[in-house]
Each structure stands twice: as structure tokens, then as C-alpha cells.
T-cell receptor, first 109, second 115 residues
Framework: KQEVTQIPAALSVPEGENLVLNCSFT??????LQWFRQDPGKGLTSLLL?????REQTSGRLNASLDKSSGRSTLYIAASQPGDSATYLC????????FGTGTRLTIIP | DVKVTQSSRYLVKRTGEKVFLECVQD?????MFWYRQDPGLGLRLIYF???????EKGDIPEGYSVSREKKERFSLILESASTNQTSMYLC??????????????FGAGSRLTVL
């Protein structure tokens, strides 16, 4: 059974800093990995989808990397802004889509 | 701007009531999904549908049913609401293909409280 872990559960960072969010998974035989953002009381917004054959994907200030062999993905956020405050979730696809429980990110102005 | 719209953002129901949660998407997506999200448990798949009138059980279908009479609309039904169904319910859609193979677009969520 696939298990997806996101540590830490919460993170506070001063505005302007670069930061990395982590996602670990136990079964490396995945098809893809997605990163989502969730604002309080809202639904999820897809940020990046990395196919298993890819090593990374970039969108603006966001860069997601994937290392299947080690069962890890990271989401790098450059030059953080208060608007980046949200919960970030990763989801891994093998025979089913399994979500992590997220990292709640707070950017301190 | 493409959207997944959930008709009710907040609902309060009593134990035993029948509850309908409606979801409409305007992207002509084939796949639609219902998840529930609970603290510490993450998102869990209740049901999904890959075509009109087609449905498949997810991980936690007990106590729920679904209806998909039109491509754009996917309804979640709680036949007899119970307090352990108090949760945030999230609808999502994606283009045709295996579950999770394509980007999921989520609605804003429906927070249901059962008293």
C-alpha cells in the first residue's frame, strides 16, 4: 500500500526567502506525481504534474523535482511572498492516486 | 475561466436526513470524482465516474451513492446522514484517461456538518 508523507506538517518562513517542501512515498513504481495548493476552506489548485519519466517541472517561481528511486519529491518556491501562504499537498499515482496530508506554509511579511 | 462548481459551500443537516451534494463542470471532462477531506487523514476517494451513467467505488463508498445523468453533473448522495459523515467534500474533474493521469481540477468544496 502506497504511503505518502509530507514533513513538516507546518512551516513558517520570512518573506523573500527560498524554501523547499518535501514529499516522500513508499512505492517507487509511480506513473506521476502532482503538487497542489489549498487555501483555507477552499478546494485544491493543481500546481505541477511530473510524469515518472521526468526529473523536474517548472512554473514561474515554482520548481518541482522527482527522484523515483529514493521515493522523494521536492517543491522549491523561490522568493517567497505572503500570497504563497497555503497548504501544499502532493499526490502520487500508481494503481491509485494517494494524497499526502500536506504542509501548511506561512510566509511572514 | 474553466470551473468546477459545487452548489453548496456550507450545509448543516440532521442525522438521518437525505443529503444531496451537487457538482457541475464546464470543461467537457469525462472523469469526475468525489473526495472527502478530514484532518490528519488527507483526501480519500469516495466514488468516481468516467462517463455518463458510469460509476466506480473509491476507497470509502459506504454510506454514499452517486448519480451522473449528464456529463457535466456529478451528484453525491448521503441516503441517511450520520455524524461521522461531517467533513469537507471535494468534487474534481479531469479529461479522459486513467485516474490521476491528468491534472485534476477541484471545486471549492462543500463543508457538511451533521448534527
Amino acid at each position: 500500500k502506497q504511503e505518502v508523507t509530507q514533513i513538516p506538517a507546518a512551516l513558517s518562513v520570512p518573506e523573500g526567502e527560498n524554501l523547499v517542501l518535501n514529499c516522500s512515498f513508499t512505492d517507487s513504481a509511480i506513473y506521476n506525481l502532482q503538487w497542489f495548493r489549498q487555501d483555507p476552506g477552499k478546494g485544491l489548485t493543481s500546481l505541477l504534474l511530473i510524469q515518472s519519466s521526468q526529473r523536474e517541472q517548472t512554473s514561474g517561481r515554482l520548481n518541482a523535482s522527482l527522484d523515483k528511486s529514493s521515493g522523494r519529491s521536492t517543491l522549491y518556491i523561490a522568493a517567497s511572498q505572503p500570497g504563497d501562504s497555503a497548504t501544499y499537498l502532493c499526490a502520487v499515482l500508481n494503481e491509485k492516486l494517494t494524497f499526502g496530508t500536506g504542509t501548511r506554509l506561512t510566509i511572514i511579511p | 475561466d474553466v470551473k468546477v462548481t459545487q452548489s453548496s459551500r456550507y450545509l448543516v443537516k440532521r442525522t438521518g436526513e437525505k443529503v444531496f451534494l451537487e457538482c457541475v463542470q464546464d470543461m467537457d471532462h469525462e472523469n469526475m470524482f468525489w473526495y472527502r477531506q478530514d484532518p490528519g487523514l488527507g483526501l480519500r476517494l469516495i466514488y468516481f465516474s468516467y462517463d455518463v451513467k458510469m460509476k466506480e467505488k473509491g476507497d470509502i463508498p459506504e454510506g454514499y451513492s452517486v448519480s451522473r445523468e449528464k456529463k457535466e453533473r456529478f451528484s453525491l448522495i448521503l441516503e441517511s446522514a450520520s455524524t461521522n459523515q461531517t467533513s469537507m467534500y471535494l468534487c474534481a474533474s479531469s479529461p479522459a484517461g486513467p485516474l490521476g493521469a491528468n491534472v485534476l481540477t477541484f471545486g471549492a468544496g462543500s463543508r457538511l456538518t451533521v448534527l
